[in-house]
């Protein structure tokens, strides 16, 4: 664990937390009258959160064009009295709330992107208790959470002994490769940030455990031709499809779970024409750095084999195919475990059940992924209510009777991180 963070995150009390080794500089009980406020100004304002989260999902944030969603979540920021929201250089939204300077920094985030493309329909449709659009879970919970959280400091007045640092990032799915956790971490904030709080989806789950991956683009090139007239030419398509063939054989552990998908296709030029080009997009995850390169190198050779397989089927023909792969994104893994006895598990767990939320801690890959990476205590939750479908046109959301459990979750996670001042 992060030796810098056990010295100075405040412990919580033994009446709901059991012992842990840290030095102590003020206790923060679920009873807390400033938390009891908080938790019921979030429950009475419920529907202004779930409006927050419907209201964003209807702002297109595809890949790499999280623009538009982002100076929203800057303009609503602002309205809650935080005016030095600012966007940094790769498109995060910031906000800092300063405390009294004796405690932690803590940044908590929800990311503004979605897997969808640009085009995609993202009217929210309302069915009774549900909520169904692409992206209303994966991460508008999220961005609706944060944004309770934000109302919920500045409305109470809650004076925190650290800083809290409120963000909604970009990069976190597909080819974003993290840049926006990259740009906090290793620039605007490297050494800075005492502990992160991830909120990704709905439910009451704590990922614990980083799932690394690898992603690729691999592209086939050769010379292509006629169909007829080049009869004989090795094609592009073929060499991937042999490779596709190749790497569905592979075999993977179970434990530790480890995959392998090919995304996305593309090539050719026409029906009547032997491909030129093809490509297809890989995705390769692990918990275990071990056996993600072991996966690795068996996925290349699998791509190696098929290239050959394809360039021998012809030998005729002074043509080949080529093969390239370029890096699409690499997700590290935690560099320590984090455990259900790691503080700032344990502290997620408890503050859960105070709550009234059900909680386990599972693995994943997440923005969490890179300040694990470095050390840093990292956790990702779920947003509280109940989802389904994420990834997918049916997405979608229901808060449910405790829907409002999840923000006070997040708010009470990142007050016992941070510590309360007491003047």
């Given at each position: ?14 009446m709901?937390?059991?012992p842990?080794?840290?030095?102590a ?43 538009l ?21 790769v ?6 709330r ?20 640009e085009?995609t ?7 009774g ?5 692409p ?28 800083k ?13 490769n ?16 005492d ?20 992603r ?68 390769m ?14 996925l ?5 084999s ?31 475990v ?11 767990l408890?503050?859960a ?20 990476s470095?050390g ?15 990834h ?7 808060d ?24």
């Amino acid at each position: 664990m992060n030796i810098r963070f056990v010295r100075r995150i405040p412990a919580l009390v033994t009446m709901w937390l059991v012992p842990i080794t840290l030095c102590a500089q003020q206790s923060l009980p679920a009873s807390d009258p400033v938390v009891l406020r908080a938790f019921a100004a979030i429950k009475a304002g419920n529907a202004w959160t779930l409006a927050q989260q419907v209201s964003l999902c209807e702002i297109p944030a595809p890949p790499f064009k999280e623009q538009l969603r982002g100076l929203e979540f800057r303009r609503r920021l602002i309205a809650l009295g935080y005016a030095n929201t600012r966007i940094d250089a790769v498109g995060n939204v910031v906000a800092e709330r300063a405390g009294s300077g004796t405690g932690p920094t803590v940044m908590i985030a929800g990311h503004l992107d979605t897997v969808f493309p640009e085009g995609t329909a993202v009217k929210v449709k309302h069915d009774g208790a549900r909520y169904s659009a692409p992206g209303i879970g994966d991460d508008c919970r999220g961005l609706a959470v944060v944004l309770a959280v934000a109302k919920a400091l500045t409305d109470g007045h809650i004076k925190t002994a650290g800083k809290v640092i409120l963000v909604g990032d970009v990069g976190e799915e597909g080819q974003g490769n993290l840049r926006g956790m990259h740009q906090l971490f290793e620039h605007e904030y490297a050494g800075k940030i005492d502990a992160f709080v991830s909120v990704d989806d709905a439910g009451s789950s704590i990922v614990n455990r980083a799932v690394g991956s690898h992603r690729y683009t691999v592209r086939f090139s050769g010379p292509g031709g006629h169909s007829y007239g080049a009869f004989g030419t090795p094609s592009a398509i073929h060499a991937m499809g042999r490779a596709i063939a190749n790497i569905s054989d592979l075999q993977v552990p179970a434990s530790p779970k480890t995959t392998f998908t090919v995304g996305t296709v593309s090539g050719g030029t026409s029906v009547n024409s032997i491909a030129g080009n093809a490509a297809m997009d890989v995705d390769m995850r692990s918990e275990s750095a071990d056996e993600l390169d072991r996966l690795d190198v068996a996925l290349r050779g699998a791509v190696t084999s098929a290239l050959r397989a394809e360039n021998a089927r012809w030998p005729a023909s002074s043509a080949r195919i080529t093969v390239k792969f370029d890096t699409i994104g690499i997700r590290p893994l935690g560099r320590t475990v984090q455990t259900d006895d790691t503080p700032i598990v344990r502290t997620a767990l408890e503050a859960a059940r105070q709550v009234g939320l059900v909680s386990r801690t599972t693995a994943s890959s997440t923005d969490a992924n890179l300040p694990m990476s470095l050390g840093i205590p990292a956790i990702t939750i779920s947003g509280g209510g109940m989802g389904d479908g994420a990834h997918s046109p049916r997405e979608w959301y229901e808060d449910g009777p405790d829907g409002y459990k999840g923000p006070q979750w997040a708010l009470l996670i990142v007050l016992a991180l941070v510590g309360v001042h007491r003047s």
